[in-house]
C-alpha cells in the first residue's frame, strides 16, 4: 500500500525543510487555479480565493454546496454522465466546462478533477483545478471566424467561398444538378467610397450583403471576395427563366437606395455569368468566365448581368493584348494626333478642326480610340493621354496657324475625370502657354455626363477655363441626360449634335425634329451648334436649310496627321468642290 499521505508530507519537508502543512495550506489558498474539493458525496468543503473571485460566491456560500451552484444549464447532460463515470472508476478527469458566475456572467473553465483517497486507497474526496479559459477560446473562435469569414459582412470570405463551391461543384455533379456563379461588382461604389468615407462605404457594403442573402435561397452560397466585389453560387437545376429572375432580383434589390445617415446613396450591380457544366469544368474555370462576362457587362453599361460566351473569351483576350501593348505605347510614342477639319457653311471655310487620338501599335497595327480608350482608362493613364493630345494639338495648330496665316481652332476631348481633376484648368494655360495658341482658339469638348453636378470642382473647372477665353463644346449632345436648368448655368459656347441623330436624318422624321429641338435650344440659350458625322449632301442639304452653320464629317474631310492638314488647307482654297472627304489616311 502506497503511503500517500506520508508521501504527501515528506514531499514538502525536503522541499522547504521543515514540516510545514501550513505552508501546504497557504499554497492551496493562494494558486492562481480556481481550486475546490468536495467530499465523496459531492459537497464542498474547500473553495480557495481563486475560486471566489472566479465565481464570486464567497467561502462561505460554497462550503456544504455542491459545485452544482455554478452550473450553467449549458452542458449536456452526457457530459456529466462522463465526468461521474470517469471519477467513479478513480480516475482524473480533465474538460472545459461552461459555468455560470453569481452575477449570472457565463464563463469557461478548463478542470482538472481529481479523486483523492485515504490511506486505505477509498475515495474520500475530490479535488477540482481549474482555470478560466474565456478570452482564450473566445480569441480562438475569432480566429476561425477570419479564416471562414469576411469579418465586415459575416459572409463567407474568398477562401472559404472556393471551398464551399467546390463541395457544391462535386455534389452537383452527381446528381446532374448544374450551379450558376454569378460574379457582383458593384457600381459607383468606388466614388461613394472615397467622397463620403471608409464608414459610410462599410455601411453600404453590410448593407449590399444583407439585400444579397435576402434575394438569394437557402443552400445557394453569397460571399464577398474583397473591396465591393461579392459573388453568389446558385445551386441545383434552374431554368433559363428561374435564371434571369433571380439576375433581375439582385439587380433590382442593389439598386434600392441605400439610406445612411438620412442621406439616399445609390449603388448598382454589375454581373458576370457562368454555368457548371455547360462554361467550366471546375471553381477556377467557372470563376475565370465570370469575371470575363462581368468585364463586359461593365463595359456595356453596367447595371446588367452578363452571361458568358466564348465570342465574350475572344473580347477579353483582345482585351488582354491591348492592355499589354498600351503600356508602352507612350514611351514606343506609337501615339499621334490626328485631325479632322469643321467646315462653316457661310464663309465656305475650313475654321478649326478636332483632335482626336490615334495608336499605331507596332504588336497590334492601328487601333481605333473607342477600343483602346477604355484600356487607358483602366491602366490609369487617362491623364497622360488628356496631356498628350492638348500639348500636341495646342502645338501643332499654333503652328499651323502661323505658316498658313490661318486662325483655325482646335477643339481637344476632355473626360470628365480629367476635367475634374484638381489643377485641370492651370494645365490648359499651361500648354497654351508653351505653345503660344491663343485661347480663344482652344475648344474643350466635354460630355453632357461631365456635366453633371458634382460640386464646386466641375463648375470651377469650365469658369476657369471659360474666364482663359476657352470655348467649352458638349459633345454627342442629345444622347445623354442634361439637366438644363443646370447646364443654363455653365459657360458653354456650343453644342456639337450627335452623330447618331445626323446619321439617322435621312430617314427618321424624328431624328429630324430633334435637329431642330437642339438647333432652338442653342438658339434660345445664345450657344452656337456644330453638326458632326456628315456623311452624304442630304444631311447637309437638311442641316444648312435649318441654319446650322458648323459642320464636320466625312463628307468634308477625314481625320489626318497634322502634315496632310497644311497641305489640305492650302490647296482646298483654291478648289471649287469641298465634299472629298476620302478615307482616312494612316501617318
Ligand atoms: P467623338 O468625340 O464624338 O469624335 C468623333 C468621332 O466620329 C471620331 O471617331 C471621328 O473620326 C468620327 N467621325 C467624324 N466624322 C464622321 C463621319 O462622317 N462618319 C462617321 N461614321 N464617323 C465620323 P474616333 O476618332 O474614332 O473617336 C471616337 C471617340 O473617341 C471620340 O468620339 C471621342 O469620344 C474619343 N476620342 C477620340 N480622340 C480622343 C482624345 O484625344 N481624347 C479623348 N479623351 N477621347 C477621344
Ligand atoms: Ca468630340
Ligand atoms: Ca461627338
Redesign the pocket.
Known amino acids: 500500500m502506497v503511503d500517500l499521505y506520508g508521501d504527501a508530507v515528506e514531499r514538502i519537508e525536503s522541499t522547504w525543510g521543515v514540516d510545514n502543512l501550513s505552508l501546504y495550506a497557504f499554497a492551496m489558498e493562494q494558486v492562481a487555479d480556481s481550486i475546490v474539493i468536495t467530499d465523496s458525496m459531492g459537497k464542498i468543503t474547500y473553495v480557495n480565493k481563486a475560486f471566489e473571485a472566479q465565481t464570486g460566491y464567497d467561502r462561505s456560500m460554497a462550503l456544504g454546496n455542491t459545485p452544482g451552484i455554478v452550473k450553467s444549464g449549458k452542458m449536456a447532460e452526457a457530459f456529466y454522465e462522463r465526468l461521474w463515470a470517469i471519477l467513479g472508476a478513480g480516475e482524473t478527469f480533465k474538460g472545459i466546462f461552461v459555468n455560470r458566475r453569481i452575477d449570472g456572467v457565463l464563463f469557461s473553465e478548463e478542470k482538472v478533477i481529481t479523486p483523492l483517497r485515504d490511506l486505505n486507497g477509498a475515495i474520500t474526496h475530490f479535488i477540482s483545478a481549474g482555470r478560466d479559459v474565456t478570452s482564450r477560446l473566445e480569441s480562438e473562435r475569432r480566429l476561425r471566424e477570419l479564416a471562414c469569414f469576411d469579418d465586415l459582412t459575416k459572409l463567407y470570405n474568398r477562401a472559404s467561398f472556393f471551398e464551399q463551391l467546390d463541395v457544391l461543384i462535386s455534389a452537383s455533379s452527381e446528381r446532374c444538378n448544374g450551379v450558376t456563379l454569378l460574379l457582383i461588382d458593384l457600381d459607383r461604389f468606388k466614388g461613394i467610397n472615397d467622397a463620403l468615407g471608409h464608414d459610410i462605404g462599410d455601411q453600404v457594403l453590410i448593407k449590399v450583403a444583407e439585400r444579397l442573402v435576402d434575394a438569394t435561397r437557402l443552400g445557394d452560397i453569397v460571399a464577398r471576395l474583397g473591396g465591393d466585389e461579392f459573388t453568389v453560387a446558385l445551386a441545383g437545376p434552374l431554368t433559363d427563366t428561374d435564371r434571369e429572375s433571380i439576375l433581375q432580383r439582385i439587380c433590382a434589390t442593389v439598386e434600392v437606395p441605400i439610406v445612411v445617415s438620412g442621406t439616399p446613396l445609390y449603388v448598382g450591380a454589375s454581373i458576370g455569368v457562368s454555368r457548371f457544366p455547360d462554361d467550366g469544368g471546375d471553381s477556377k474555370a467557372l470563376f475565370k468566365q465570370a469575371d470575363i462576362s462581368l468585364y463586359e457587362a461593365k463595359r456595356e453599361g453596367r447595371g446588367r448581368a452578363k452571361h458568358y460566351s466564348p465570342a465574350l473569351r475572344k473580347n477579353a483576350e483582345r482585351y488582354h493584348q491591348i492592355y499589354q501593348a498600351m503600356r508602352h505605347a507612350f514611351g514606343a510614342r506609337e501615339l499621334w494626333?490626328?485631325y479632322?477639319p469643321v467646315f462653316d457653311l457661310k464663309t465656305r471655310k475650313v475654321v478649326g478642326v478636332?483632335?482626336?487620338?490615334?495608336w499605331n501599335s507596332q504588336t497590334l497595327g492601328t487601333i481605333?480610340?473607342?477600343e483602346f480608350?477604355p484600356v487607358v482608362c483602366d491602366l490609369g493613364l487617362?491623364h497622360k493621354?488628356?496631356d498628350f493630345?492638348l500639348e500636341k494639338a495646342s502645338s501643332d495648330i499654333a503652328r499651323a496657324n502661323a505658316e498658313l496665316g490661318v486662325s483655325l481652332t482646335v477643339a481637344?476631348?476632355?473626360?470628365a475625370e480629367?476635367l475634374h481633376a484638381p489643377g485641370f484648368a492651370a494645365k490648359v494655360e499651361a500648354a497654351l502657354r508653351r505653345s503660344a495658341l491663343a485661347p480663344t482658339s482652344l475648344k474643350v469638348?466635354i460630355?453632357e455626363s461631365a456635366l453633371i453636378p458634382q460640386g464646386e470642382s466641375s463648375t470651377s473647372a469650365l469658369e476657369a477655363l471659360a474666364n482663359a477665353g476657352v470655348e467649352i463644346v458638349i459633345?454627342?449632345f442629345g444622347t445623354g441626360y442634361s439637366n438644363l436648368g443646370y447646364l443654363s448655368t455653365l459657360p458653354v459656347s456650343s453644342l456639337?449634335i450627335?452623330?447618331s441623330f445626323i446619321?439617322k436624318s435621312g430617314r427618321s422624321e424624328n431624328s429630324k425634329k430633334i435637329i431642330r429641338a437642339i438647333m432652338m435650344l442653342a438658339s434660345n440659350f445664345g450657344v452656337g451648334v456644330i453638326a458632326?458625322?456628315?456623311?452624304t449632301s442630304s444631311e447637309l442639304e437638311f442641316l444648312e436649310e435649318e441654319g446650322c452653320r458648323l459642320i464636320?464629317?466625312?463628307?468634308i474631310a477625314?481625320?489626318m496627321p497634322i502634315g496632310d492638314l497644311i497641305n489640305y488647307m492650302n490647296s482646298y482654297s483654291k478648289e471649287a468642290d469641298w465634299t472629298r472627304?476620302g478615307t482616312?489616311k494612316q501617318k
Do not use: H
Open positions: 494626333v490626328a479632322q478636332e483632335a482626336l487620338v490615334r481605333m480610340p473607342a480608350l487617362g493621354l488628356t493630345v481637344v476631348n476632355v473626360p480629367e469638348e460630355t459633345d454627342d456639337k450627335a452623330r446619321e458632326e458625322g456628315v456623311e464636320q464629317g466625312f463628307l477625314r481625320p472627304g482616312e
